[in-house]
């Protein structure tokens, strides 16, 4: 697909779900990859022994993505590791269970805003100290980041927190630019994790969203990889400050 090889890739959030399919993915076009988790160690480890079966370097690291400390801990593990780093793939985040506004607590939102949000800007901010001209950062927003379709209900905090990701990467982009740093943002749709389990697991709700997806299935986790790992590599040096939204369509239906 794109060669990606040499390339040192850290992955927040890369234990499972769609940081896992970008794990792999990155893995699978060349990169060497480090696999940020929060809990899930062992999690994290089945995806590190995945990569290096590839025949690729593989390593976990742990670091809550909305602590400082833990973010400045974590990219020092890395250049202590690689002396070096080509891909951030800004993955980490959380979503809350549909909550009305008048009932969302202080603390539901600063949890979503602080782990979604800021966690992405503090990831970026160390980032950038540390990567040379080439590199790329891709940041996770969504299609509920607001804006045409943005809308849910019951999900201010996330929705919120992932706008403020699109207004992030194009700051970041114009911000990055002479240092010639890429900065990107992929935008998935609906797909099929631990995350979304439970509410597509129901039939007659997956049928409802299905309906409204005109590639009809939701999307995997590979699919995000795929289009980071495109964001990562050479081909795409001319992009930068832009949004790809993943979703089967999902938007333009």
Same mark, same amino acid.
């Given at each position: ?29 060349? =990169?060497?990859? /480090? ?8 999690? &994290?480890?089945?995806? !590190? ?15 809550? +993505? ?9 990219? /020092? ?10 891909? $951030? !793939? %800004?993955? =980490?985040?959380?979503? #809350?269970? /549909? ?14 805003? %602080?782990? %979604? ?9 160390? !980032?950038?100290?540390?990567?040379? *001209? ?6 996770? =927003? ?23 990701? +699109?207004?992030?990467?194009?700051? $970041? ?11 990107? &943002?992929?935008? #998935? ?12 697991? %129901? #039939? ?9 997806? *005109? ?5 995997? *986790?590979?699919?995000?990889?795929? &289009? ?13 400050? =832009? ?11």
């Amino acid at each position: 697909m794109f060669d990606l090889t040499g390339k040192k890739a850290l992955v927040t959030g890369g234990s499972r779900g769609i940081g896992r399919g970008i794990a792999i993915c990155l893995a699978k076009q060349g =990169a060497d990859v /480090a696999i940020n988790y929060h809990s899930k160690k062992d999690e &994290a480890e089945v995806v !590190a022994a995945k990569i290096k079966a590839m025949g690729r370097e593989a390593f976990t690291v742990q670091a809550d +993505v909305s602590k400082t400390e833990d973010v400045v801990r974590m990219f /020092a593990e890395v250049m202590a590791k690689w002396g070096k780093l080509d891909i $951030l !793939a %800004n993955n =980490a985040g959380i979503a #809350p269970v /549909a909550t009305s506004i008048d009932q969302t607590t202080d603390e539901q939102w600063d949890s979503i805003i %602080n782990i %979604n949000l800021k966690g992405q800007f503090l990831c970026a901010r160390e !980032a950038v100290k540390v990567m040379k *001209p080439g590199s790329k950062i891709i940041n996770t =927003a969504s299609i509920a980041s607001g804006g045409v379709g943005g809308g849910f209900g019951g999900l201010a905090s996330y929705v919120a927190s992932k706008g403020g990701v +699109v207004g992030l990467t194009e700051d $970041l982009a114009v911000d990055c630019g002479s240092k010639g740093i890429n900065v990107n &943002a992929v935008a #998935p749709g609906i797909i099929e994790t631990d995350m979304t389990k439970e509410f597509i697991g %129901n #039939p007659d709700v997956a049928k409802g969203f299905i309906a409204h997806i *005109p590639k009809g299935r939701f999307g995997k *986790p590979e699919d995000i990889g795929a &289009a980071v790992a495109f964001l990562a590599s050479d081909e795409a040096d001319y992009i930068t400050g =832009a949004v790809i939204y993943v979703d089967g369509g999902w938007l333009a239906a």
